[in-house]
């Protein structure tokens, strides 16, 4: 949706900055203006300003400005649309919408008032376990027997889940309405409605909050020793466990205070800690730590110090954050990983050696440049030439990962002293070493040949007859060829002549009809070959493109896709895999929005200009939300372009399980779970790879 300008500001008129910052910073008058702690930088002096005349906030410390709705995207972590929105409301205003459909308005209002109807929901099944706690002496004595004091307890809103199977009842009148099953708290048998009964029994519930301080699930714990010992609220249009962190909305003001959050794995490490002085401490929930984990954390913190078990599993675990860490590792953030000794939780090891000792601990965690490393040469003796090839293929998608800067160029020679190569040839090894069909390195950008077809088109098993619509890289031509970008993507040039113009695209008059989840199936087809002997040939567009361009069309996909997946695309080099990153925040901070909404947000984004591309029409004009017949098109699409690509991803891997043979027992099992995940896909793939 495009908000007008308009209405901003007046939004920003009507609003008093003085009192949305208040809510947050404690504000004292001096002179005209108002005077707090920066929320932003720790200080002791206050130097953060707010002036009621011009509705604007400046720190002299740190340089932080900007109005109310700045404010709230700041330090509340709201997107644009949330921030303008969440003003709005405070103020009774309705956020007028110029280019979105009715029916886009329609379905945007929907999912608000759903999300609002099931945080409601949730809050008062939290607010009713918390009553529910003060009659429970054994969950009080289990707090108590973990040192959790009851103004802890009420800071977290711990509350307790009874045994009876419906005890939500008395609660929630209508037992049977869909909102208690949806926002999980419910379950529904196989057999039917009345074999409804309570998800949470007999558990102390931790109530799981988004960084608004909305109820957004529940983690329940058991008081004795029964399975399984915690137990989280499923997925809901408000709760995703792979992108929230337990304890965050508590911790945010810490982290400031504290100058880095500490993630650690469970709920009680979480509310222990801040019970011993550590306020600062998230938890995930029962998964490893992601890249959409990461990205929350340093939208308020730019020092994470990851806390793990000594152990086998807490090294796998480090291992997995490091991953989703990796490419926000940049020359200004600090990345460090803790490990525990075996027989010690973060609250034991307190309790034992003090909060001092603790700090102490923290302060001296491995970097994250040294841990890279330790993973890297795992396995590898150094000691010969084959061990030291084998740390330089580990090596190389962990480097890769990381944005440039000086970091990244610093460890690239750690690297090169440890292998016993130099820097340069490393960089000439790992990049010609990079698939010849699949792209370029990801600190590269692609060099487009004129006379040559294009290397980015890595559809390497597939049929000619898959290419049917696509065009070869032009040459030379009598009355211009296509002009392109640095990178390879054709100027202006809209993806092909279509009959439909406006819509997703019709069926070209060459071979091939588009059938099941063919490239050129109906909706989402790139081109055509009507016309081509009267127009400069188009640069076919590579696999990312098209995903992209089907996701942005079709947001509600991004979530029907598999973790696996996700990653997949966020870790695409260059501007491709930040438009990914970007739009699965998008779907965290908004939920599934239309493409008219989606292109509000991406304005000044670096990859706005590449997104315009994929997304205009021939006529230049926007491609339309597929509905119907053709948005199921689109998904199979999707799914076929998806399938090439985890294709790929699964080869690699092998290449690497093939590369450790030698040096681990285990790398030929890998090589065979991976073989038969990679026929299972072509299997789905059939026809269109052959044999």
């Given at each position: 949706m ?10 920003i ?20 203006n108002?005077m ?22 400046h720190?002299?410390?740190?340089g932080?400005?900007?109005n109310?709705?700045?404010f ?5 972590g ?17 956020v007028p ?29 939290g ?9 429970a ?13 009851g103004e ?22 209508e037992?049977?309405?869909p ?15 009345d ?8 558990r ?22 029964e399975?399984?010992?915690y137990?989280?609220s ?14 965050l909305?508590?911790a ?6 504290r ?18 002085g550590?306020?600062n ?7 490893a ?13 730019d ?11 807490g ?14 590792a ?8 803790l ?28 970097p ?7 993973a ?5 003796d ?6 030291r ?5 580990n ?18 020679g750690?690297i090169?002293e440890l ?10 090894l790992?990049s ?7 792209g370029?390195?990801?600190?590269a ?8 077809p294009?290397?980015?088109l ?23 060829g296509q ?11 809209g ?17 091939g ?18 016309g081509?002997?009267?127009?400069p ?5 590579g696999?990312?493109d ?22 997949l ?24 929005q ?26 230049g004009g ?10 199921a098109d ?19 891997r ?36 052959p044999?």
């Open positions: 495009t908000i007008p300008a308009s209405f901003i500001q007046e939004l008129a009507r609003a008093d900055v003085v009192e949305i910052v208040g809510r947050y910073v404690p504000l004292k008058k001096a002179g005209a108002f707090g702690l920066c929320p932003f930088h720790g200080e002791k002096s206050p130097s953060f300003s707010v002036s009621p005349t011009k509705q604007f906030y720190c002299f410390g740190c932080v400005h900007g109310a709705i700045g709230l995207m700041e330090h509340a709201m997107g644009f649309v949330e921030a303008v929105h969440d003003l709005a409301g405070q103020y009774g205003l309705q919408e110029d280019d979105a459909s009715p029916e886009e308005r329609a379905r945007a209002a929907n999912q608000r008032q759903k999300q609002a109807t099931l945080t409601d929901v949730l809050e008062k099944a607010e009713a376990f918390r009553k529910q706690l003060r009659q002496p054994g969950a009080i004595e289990y707090l108590k027997g973990r040192g959790v004091s802890v307890a009420k800071q977290f809103g711990i509350g307790y889940a009874p045994p009876g199977w419906r005890t939500l009842a008395s609660v929630f009148p037992y049977d309405n909102l208690l099953a949806e926002s999980g708290l419910v379950i529904v048998g196989e057999d039917g409605e074999k409804r009964y309570d998800r949470f029994r007999d102390v519930m931790f109530p799981i909050r988004n960084v608004k301080g909305e109820c957004i699930g529940f983690g329940g714990r058991v008081l004795g020793d399975k399984p010992k137990l989280n499923p997925e809901t249009p408000v709760f995703s466990k792979g992108r929230e962190l337990y304890g909305y508590e945010r003001a810490a982290f400031r205070d100058g880095y959050a500490l993630v650690t794995e469970g709920y009680m490490d979480v509310v222990a800690l801040a019970q011993l550590f306020p401490a998230v938890a995930t929930l029962g998964t730590c992601t890249t959409e984990h990461v990205q929350k954390l340093f939208r308020f913190t020092s994470v110090v990851f806390s793990f078990d000594g152990d086998a599993a090294r796998r675990a480090a291992r997995k954050a490091l991953d989703g860490a990796l490419p926000y940049t020359d200004v953030r600090s990345v460090k990983f490990f525990l000794p075996a027989e010690h939780d973060p609250d034991s090891f307190i309790r034992e050696h003090g909060a001092e000792a603790f700090a102490r601990f923290v302060s001296e965690a491995t994250l440049s040294r841990f890279m490393i330790e890297a040469r795992e396995g590898c150094l000691g010969s030439a084959e061990g090839a084998h740390m330089t293929a090596a190389r998608p962990l480097w890769s990962a990381m944005p440039d800067g000086a970091l990244k160029r610093q460890l690239l750690e090169a292998v016993q190569l130099g820097a340069a040839d490393i960089e000439a790992w010609a070493a990079a698939p010849a069909r699949g370029a390195r990801r600190d950008p692609r060099e487009a040949s004129r006379d040559a294009p290397d980015y890595d559809f390497p098993d597939a049929p000619s007859s898959d290419y049917q619509g696509y065009q070869a890289h032009p040459g030379p031509q009598e009355g211009g002009r392109y970008e640095d990178d390879g993507t054709p100027i202006s040039a993806w092909g002549k279509r009959k439909d113009r406006g819509s997703w695209g019709g069926k070209g008059k060459g071979k009809k588009g059938q099941g989840g063919d490239w050129r199936s109906a909706r989402g087809s790139f081109g055509s070959t009507e081509s002997a009267t127009r040939r188009l640069r076919p567009p696999r990312a098209v995903a992209a361009r089907l996701l942005l069309s079709n947001m509600h996909e991004w979530e029907a896709q598999s973790h696996e997946l996700h990653e695309l966020c870790a695409l080099p260059g501007e491709h895999g930040q438009l990914f990153t970007w739009l699965d925040g998008q779907m965290h901070e908004h939920g599934v239309p493409w008219a909404a989606l292109r509000e947000g991406l304005r000044g984004q670096p990859f706005e200009p590449m997104v315009e591309r994929l997304m205009s029409g021939p006529d926007p491609v339309a939300d597929p509905e119907g017949e053709q948005a689109a998904a199979k699409e999707l799914r076929n372009v998806l399938d090439f690509m985890l294709d790929d991803l699964l080869k690699a092998q290449s690497e399980a093939i590369a450790a043979v030698g040096s681990d027992p285990q790398a030929l099992e890998r090589y065979k779970a991976l073989e038969k995940r990679r026929l299972e896909l072509r299997h789905r793939l059939k026809p269109s790879v044999g």
